[in-house]
Every structure is written in C-alpha cells, then in structure tokens.
C-alpha cells in the first residue's frame, strides 16, 4: 500500500517520527529556511548553484500551485516539468525529481511539493504518484544519517543558516567528518555543541569554512560540480589528487582536497591549497579559545 502510484488520505507530521530518524537527530527538514532534498536529485547536475537551483525550484513550485491534486494531473505536471529538465544530470542513474520545490510558509526552503503538509495537498500524502514511491520517499536515510555523530548533525545544523549550503555539508559525510576530525585533533578533545551555539564567532568560522565547498579554488577538470555522490556504491569515486606526478607528498588534508573536487598543477597550487585550509582551521581554534568575541577574525 505504500509503492507508486498510491495517495494516502491521512493526515501526517512534517516531523519525521523521532523513533525512527537514525542516530536521532533529523537531517532533512531542520528549520523554516534549513532543510535538505539532495537525495531528491537537487544538486545533480554541473550547475548546481544557489541562483540556478532556486530559479527552478521556484517555476516548479509557482506551476505546481496551479495544478489540482488529482493523480491524472500531478503525472501531467511530472511529464512536463521532465521534458522541461530533459538534461540527464552528472550522475545519470540518480533521478532527479520534479516534484521538489520550495516549501514553508515563505517557501524559504526546499522541500517536497507532494507531501501532506505543503501548500494546497490539504493533508493528503501524493508521494505515492512519484518515481519513487510514498514507501521510498517517506523512510530513506541518506548514508551520512548513519555516518555523521549526533554532535556533528547537531553543529552543522545550527552553523549553516540557508538550505543551499546546509545541503551541501550535511550529505558530504567524506567532508564533513574529515573536517571536524581535524577540529578534535587540534582541541585535542571532541568539540560540543554548545561551544558553537554560546560562541557567534566560532560559527561565522565554521560557516566561512563551509563555504569553501562553494567557492573553492582549486577544481579539478574532472569536477562534476558542487554536490556530492553520497551512495556508497563506489560508481563514482572520489578524484584521486595526482601527488606523485606533480612530485608532492601527500597532503594531511588530503581527504578534504578529495571531497573538495580538487586539482592541482603543482606543488606551489597545492601548498596555496593547503594554506587556505590552515588559516581557515586556525582561525576557527582561535575563536573556540575566545568564546566572547563575535567577530570572524575573533
Ligand atoms: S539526502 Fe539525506 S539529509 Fe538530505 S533529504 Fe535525503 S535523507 Fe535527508
Ligand atoms: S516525491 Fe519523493 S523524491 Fe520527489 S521530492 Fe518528494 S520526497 Fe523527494
């Protein structure tokens, strides 16, 4: 009763039931502006930037207004909405729904145009009318549900203030555990929550540091854009940075280059690389060592 194609008269929460969240802290659906839907297929494609995403997040969602909720006329709106996107995104395999657009009561986040609580569905759950089915759509866990510590879900939670960037950190657990790894390594202790939430200059930090995943330099050629492949089915790998012929060692922050989609020319590029990495980390120590300051540099 739960596959494609079935709609579910029945009134249900937007917050997932807490039993059932992995690790106990709810990564899609954070806040009226933070939430996630890259397992929706929302960053796969090259040009997955904040500007080009929300302009087609808002068509889909001003044309889903528009459509009654009959099952005839949502399969409609699927069919053209696919003919409109028609291009196959990086990762061929993973679908990239239509029926994701803006939700909340300024539409200041993503979310899923078919679900009970968005705008004109008056309860009912359509989830059923899509590709994946309501089973699918309402209890997937991305992997970084699983991979992630309740402290990390929880500090990338409170630092990334916009769905955009959130969704970027949240699902690259390569990056995001790589970074906080190296956070503990030099507090010589696991950083907590609080020490983020009491201390506004530590979160600019973090955040700053975050927002390389959007304006990092140093892209390899082979980059397949800001999103991350967060299936664990090895089919697309991270790129491999080529240390030995650029006659490099291998850099301690090479699991972040990985994640960051990096390519270097040479060693003078990577160890330009690796100082915008180690002013970034160190900075965001300082402001942890002096939790009353509110200003970036701390
Ligand atoms: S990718 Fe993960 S965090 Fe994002 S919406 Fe899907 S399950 Fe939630
Ligand atoms: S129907 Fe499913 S895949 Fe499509 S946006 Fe909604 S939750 Fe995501």
């Not at 930090?205 to 980059?223: D, I, T």
């Not at 664990?232 to 490099?248: R, S």
């Amino acid at each position: 009763m739960n596959g494609r194609g079935v709609v579910e008269k029945r009134r249900s929460v937007f917050q997932h039931p807490e039993a059932t969240i992995p690790g106990g802290v709810y990564l899609c659906q954070v806040s009226e502006s933070v939430s996630c839907g890259a397992c929706c297929g929302l960053y796969n494609r090259v040009d997955a930037f904040r500007e080009t995403l929300l302009k087609i997040l808002s068509f889909r969602t001003r044309e889903f207004q528009e459509i009654p909720r009959a099952a005839d006329a949502i399969e409609v709106f699927r069919l053209r909405m696919e003919h409109l996107e028609s291009d196959p995104g990086i990762y061929p395999d993973f679908y990239c729904c239509p029926f994701l657009g803006l939700v909340g009561k300024q539409h200041s986040r993503v979310g899923c145009l078919l679900h009970p609580l968005s705008d004109g569905n008056r309860g009912i759950d359509f989830r059923g009318l899509s590709f994946y089915g309501g089973l699918a759509c309402r209890e997937y866990f991305c992997p970084p549900c699983r991979s992630l510590s309740a402290d990390r879900k929880e500090i990338v939670r409170a630092v990334c203030t916009d769905w955009y960037l959130y969704g970027l950190v949240i699902t690259d657990d390569a990056f995001t555990n790589a970074f906080f790894s190296e956070i503990d390594r030099r507090l010589g202790r696991n950083l907590h929550l609080k020490e983020i939430q009491e201390n506004p200059g530590a979160a600019k930090a973090m955040k700053f540091f975050f927002n390389l995943r959007q304006n990092w330099p140093f892209r390899a050629v082979r980059w397949k854009g800001p999103g991350t492949y967060f299936f664990k089915d090895a089919t697309y790998p991270p790129i491999p940075i080529e240390y030995e012929k650029m006659g490099c060692v291998v850099s301690r922050h090479d699991a972040l280059f990985q994640a960051l989609g990096s390519g270097f020319k040479s060693c003078y590029a990577l160890e330009a690389a690796e100082s915008i990495l180690e002013s970034s980390f160190s900075v965001l120590t300082q402001c942890l060592y002096a939790p009353t300051s509110d200003h970036l540099s701390c």
